[in-house]
């Protein structure tokens, strides 16, 4: 698996601007199928959440909920994006209300690496990593096929608040088997396959850095076609790193403006064409800072592969 060459990475403190080049290393796109046509946005959403203000009780809902709203029919997914809004639907600011995380599920199918947990296809925690997949590539929905969700939102501000989940979703009606090629998501968690969360201990002194890694296995020969990023506040980057030639791609975390719990605002994703091999091994790396402690963070990459050869 070849991904993009490894950046330098320039960080004072967690607070500061983070910035890092990355020059891609993809391999070309060759004997691809016409891809699904025209694509269809549609918006939907999970709510209206009655939060309290915050410290008091209900000003946090976390909860998971079967068959929510999703397009209509048989389609191929090609972009989803996140956010917390109002009933009118403007946009909530971040400091308002946290979206701790938010991820969709598909019931009908397995995780490829977590025999315990469905096909987790799609989330976005504060810094609302957005998905988008170049053609031919889909993720492929069946028409009988529901999605689940599962959320934690909290109310950042001292008045009662009611708002919604909302996910935008650019979908192609006429996407098949035979003119596009459907991805596998790939969710890829420090921790494993447990309840994705960790504590960074805060005792590396000014400066210091802490890492968490873990290591998969391709699955199968195929393509890894995009791959984003979630990490917590105190975050500075996660890399997904192909350990037989040292290439990587790195999601850096930005902190452009204040955020409820030191949360980043964005982190850069990774599209990408880079050949894999079944029995491949690759490493995913998360690091904080780790001059305080920072309680119950997240390392996770959420990747898209194709199974085929050109």
């Not at 694509?39 to 939060?51: N, Q, S």
């Not at 909860?63 to 389609?75: D, E, H, K, M, W």
């Amino acid at each position: 698996m070849r991904l993009a060459r490894p950046t330098r990475l320039a960080v004072a403190g967690v607070a500061a601007a983070l910035l890092a080049a990355t020059a891609a290393a993809c391999d070309p796109i060759v004997n691809a199928p016409p891809g699904g046509g025209e694509v269809v946005v549609g918006t939907y959403r999970i709510g209206p959440f009655a939060l309290a203000p915050e410290g008091q009780a209900g000003s946090e809902s976390q909860a998971t909920r079967a068959n929510v709203p999703r397009p209509p029919g048989a389609f191929g997914m090609k972009s989803i994006s996140f956010d917390i809004v109002d009933a009118a639907g403007n946009a909530v600011p971040h400091g308002a209300v946290h979206l701790h995380h938010v991820l969709l599920m598909n019931p009908a199918r397995t995780s490829p690496y977590c025999g315990n947990w469905p096909e987790r296809f799609a989330g976005a925690g504060s810094e609302r990593t957005p998905m988008s997949l170049a053609n031919p590539y889909a993720y492929m929905v069946g028409s009988n096929e529901r999605w689940n969700a599962l959320w934690h939102i909290m109310n950042m501000s001292d008045a009662p608040q009611e708002v919604y989940i909302q996910y935008t979703v650019g979908y192609q009606p006429g996407a098949t088997a035979q003119n596009t090629r459907a991805v596998t998501p790939f969710f890829l968690d420090v921790t494993g396959c447990g309840n994705s969360t960790y504590d960074v201990p805060g005792d590396g002194g000014p400066g210091s850095v802490h890492t968490r890694s873990r290591t998969w296995t391709a699955p199968w020969d195929g393509y890894l076609v995009t791959a984003g990023g979630h990490l917590h506040g105190g975050g500075i980057d996660i890399a997904i790193r192909d350990d037989a030639d040292g290439l990587e791609c790195k999601m850096v975390a930005h902190y452009d403006h204040p955020h409820p719990h030191d949360a980043p605002s964005s982190i850069t994703t990774c599209p990408t064409h880079e050949q894999i091999g079944a029995g491949q091994t690759f490493t995913v790396t998360s690091r904080y800072d780790n001059s305080e402690p920072h309680e119950d963070v997240m390392g996770i990459v959420l990747a898209y592969g194709w199974r085929g050869t050109q």
